[in-house]
């Protein structure tokens, strides 16, 4: 179980990007929580169990819609730099601007959520999360940025990111301006490559040629009993390749020449050759055929060079400059954008550092009213509380480093009772005692874990001690204020509230630092 803030940070600390859509898909599960009941959440205030499911742990009804709405940008902010490039422009204009329609409210940003994602399947979305958890928490590979062109070899968490996004072969498709000019280009060229396989079709009958006159027997008789034989005798097998039918060296003139009767004509003519007419008629048509065939590429280069010019760019040396160029622009965008994500996040967040005199004064961060809980603490060291009722003598509570963590769906928590005490105490005499905190406070490990803290009497303000003299905390929003108490036993408490007014930039981050010093409390007389 990990806090969103944790997975980044581990995220981080091994050089790895979160991918876009998951960073979106975590901002539309808070979002669908918090319709229930609306409140101002963070990223640690949203956890991922081992099966990829989101919990929102922030108190419901705490606020109203446009607020927790408001909030959420600032995660999905949060997240997005974590994915580094790539980021769609739909979600950079929802970060930047908010939902289309202006209304800042929670329906309206599941709505622009989900359109972001379509086609959205939350089963892979949930396996991409387990995994990335399994991975980040054991060290394994997870999903690195790359640089330009090169392309990391696929991985199960792509795959399951794949499906999550509905990835699918890509179809056949066909010549149009519709399409984007790659696919355009693919098509056309495929279309001129079966045209250049597509042989030319000779028709497979040919007109029959006239019937060829016979030559008498005899060119001085008109008649004769039995029938006429031709002077000259047909070859055996035609040539192969003869234009026209052949002629006897020792054909009569014209006018010997007479029309054979009826009878004289033969039924069949196997010998003859048309070999040669169906060669005219073949070498014909394969020009219509070579011609149109010419024409057509003609228009398709021409269409190409009207899509894509840069296509006879790069024939002529000048593709590699043109690439260059785009990949520039492409890397010159990337970096605007992500440079405008970590000022949005520099402008949200902070580092407050307090320092009070004299020496062990004890410092201690508002964290609520009981019940309520302290998050993203870490297992295996000691964490001291104070309970402070108005008109009552305050109470001191401790986590110790083997307390035993409740291993739950939102994570591992700890419950923790508080009860102020019965004596009366005015709050400007107010006397919180020595800490609890033992000499040895545990070894921390990697795991986190909040810790409910119920008081008695309900709504007793209670205070985390983070610090002796000097404390730093660090991703504090500085959109919010921060109740401080700084107490040393003989010296009047103070307090301190840290807003908006308090923090100032340092090298492009914010920064507020408090410095208290502490006023010996007067003896009663």
């Known amino acids: 179980m990990l806090t969103v803030d944790r997975l980044t940070a581990l995220l981080r600390d091994k050089n790895a990007l979160l991918p876009f859509e998951i960073g979106a898909f975590i901002a539309l599960e808070a979002t669908e929580a918090l319709l229930a009941g609306p409140a101002v959440i963070a990223s640690a205030d949203v956890t991922i169990s081992a099966e990829?499911?989101?919990?929102?742990?922030?108190?419901?009804?705490?606020?109203?819609?446009?607020?927790a709405a408001r909030s959420v940008i600032a995660l999905l902010a949060e997240l997005l730099i974590a994915a580094g490039s790539g980021v769609p422009p739909m979600l950079l204009e929802l970060v930047e601007r908010g939902p289309t329609n202006g209304q800042w409210s929670l329906s309206a940003l599941r709505d622009e959520l989900e359109a972001s994602l379509v086609p959205l399947n939350r089963g892979a979305a949930r396996?991409?999360?387990?995994?990335?958890?399994?991975?980040?928490?054991?060290?394994?590979?997870?999903?690195?940025?790359?640089?330009?062109?090169?392309?990391?070899?696929?991985?199960?968490?792509?795959?399951?990111?794949?499906?999550?996004i509905g990835h699918s072969p890509v179809p056949e498709i066909k010549v149009s301006r519709t399409k984007s000019p790659d696919a355009e280009l693919d098509a056309l060229l495929a279309e001129m490559v079966d045209d250049e396989q597509a042989p030319a079709t000779i028709p497979d009958s040919v007109p029959p040629a006239p019937p060829a006159p016979r030559l008498p027997e005899n060119s001085g008789t008109s008649g004769g009993s039995g029938p006429s034989r031709m002077p000259f005798a047909l070859p055996a097998e035609p040539p192969p390749r003869a234009p026209r039918l052949a002629e006897s060296p020792s054909r009569p003139p014209p006018a010997a020449l007479e029309s054979p009767r009826a009878d004289q004509m033969p039924r069949s003519r196997p010998d003859l050759d048309l070999s040669g007419i169906e060669e005219t008629k073949g070498r014909s048509t394969a020009w219509l055929w070579g011609g149109g065939f010419v024409v057509l590429i003609g228009a398709l280069l021409l269409l190409v060079h009207w899509l894509r010019p840069d296509v006879f760019g790069r024939i002529g040396g000048e593709g590699d400059q043109a690439e260059e160029q785009m990949l520039d622009d492409q890397r010159t965008e990337r970096d605007l954008q992500q440079a405008s994500l970590f000022a949005d996040h520099r402008d949200r967040f902070g580092r407050l550092s307090v320092e009070v005199t004299p020496e062990r004064a004890q410092i201690l961060l508002f964290i609520g009213r009981g019940p309520t809980e302290a998050r993203e603490l870490e297992k295996g060291v000691a964490h001291e509380f104070i309970a402070i009722a108005d008109g009552?003598?305050?109470?001191?509570?401790?986590?110790?480093?083997?307390?035993?963590?409740?291993?739950?769906?939102?994570?591992?928590?700890?419950?923790?009772?508080?009860?102020?005490?019965?004596?009366?105490?005015?709050?400007?005499?107010?006397?919180?005692?020595?800490?609890?905190?033992?000499?040895?406070?545990g070894h921390g490990t990697a795991d986190l874990g909040t810790v409910r803290v119920v008081t008695t009497p309900p709504g007793a303000q209670v205070f985390q001690l983070i610090g002796f003299t000097r404390a730093e905390v660090t991703n504090i929003r500085t959109d919010q204020a921060h109740e401080l108490l700084m107490y040393l036993d003989g010296y009047a408490p103070e307090r301190r509230v840290v807003g908006p007014s308090d923090w100032r930039a340092v090298d492009g981050n914010k920064t507020a630092e408090i410095r208290v010093e502490l006023v010996e409390r007067r003896p009663n007389r």
């Open 52 to 67: 990829g499911v989101l919990r929102v742990t922030a108190s419901r009804g705490s606020a109203n819609s446009e607020q």
């Open 127 to 164: 396996r991409v999360l387990s995994r990335l958890l399994r991975e980040a928490e054991r060290g394994g590979s997870v999903h690195r940025p790359i640089d330009l062109p090169t392309v990391p070899a696929p991985s199960r968490v792509d795959a399951d990111l794949d499906a999550l």
């Open 392 to 441: 009552r003598s305050p109470s001191r509570a401790m986590v110790p480093p083997d307390a035993q963590w409740e291993s739950t769906a939102q994570g591992f928590r700890y419950e923790l009772g508080m009860q102020t005490g019965e004596q009366a105490m005015d709050v400007d005499n107010l006397v919180l005692g020595p800490s609890l905190l033992p000499r040895e406070m």
